[in-house]
Nanobody, 120 residues
Framework: QIQLVESGGGSVQAGGSLKLSCEAS????????????SAWFRQAPGKERELVASMTAGGTTEYVDSAKGRFTISRDGGKSALYLQMNNLKPEDTAVYYCHVAITSEYKLWGQGTQVTVSS
């Protein structure tokens, strides 16, 4: 069974940067980020979970409008890791960030989440 574990969250002031990491472990996890659609979601208090950035197996990336130009999703196939580099952070970026992989249309993996807090 594949598990996703996020890290890299924390508290920063507005304008700062953080790099989130998501590592996959378990049977058949080695190439997961290179073979499936992977993504970062976030959920702020009182709000629905929203897609922040995604990457296809072929490497095509997409971002929510609020993240364009500030966030970059990337992967390291050799380490079975997915990253989210976040620059010029804003208070409205405060949320729990989740790593996500769509194994199939019905079977999707989630990490436990990592808290990002941005103060003004």
């Amino acid at each position: 069974q594949i598990q996703l574990v996020e890290s890299g969250g924390g508290s920063v002031q507005a304008g700062g940067s953080l790099k989130l990491s998501c590592e996959a472990s378990g049977v058949n996890s080695r190439f997961i980020f290179r073979s499936k659609v992977s993504a970062w979601f976030r959920q702020a208090p009182g709000k629905e979970r929203e897609l922040v950035a995604s990457m296809t197996a072929g490497g095509t990336t997409e971002y929510v409008d609020s993240a364009k130009g500030r966030f970059t999703i990337s992967r390291d196939g050799g380490k079975s890791a997915l990253y989210l580099q976040m620059n010029n952070l804003k208070p409205e970026d405060t949320a729990v960030y989740y790593c996500h992989v769509a194994i199939t249309s019905e079977y999707k993996l989630w990490g436990q989440g990592t808290q990002v807090t941005v103060s003004s």
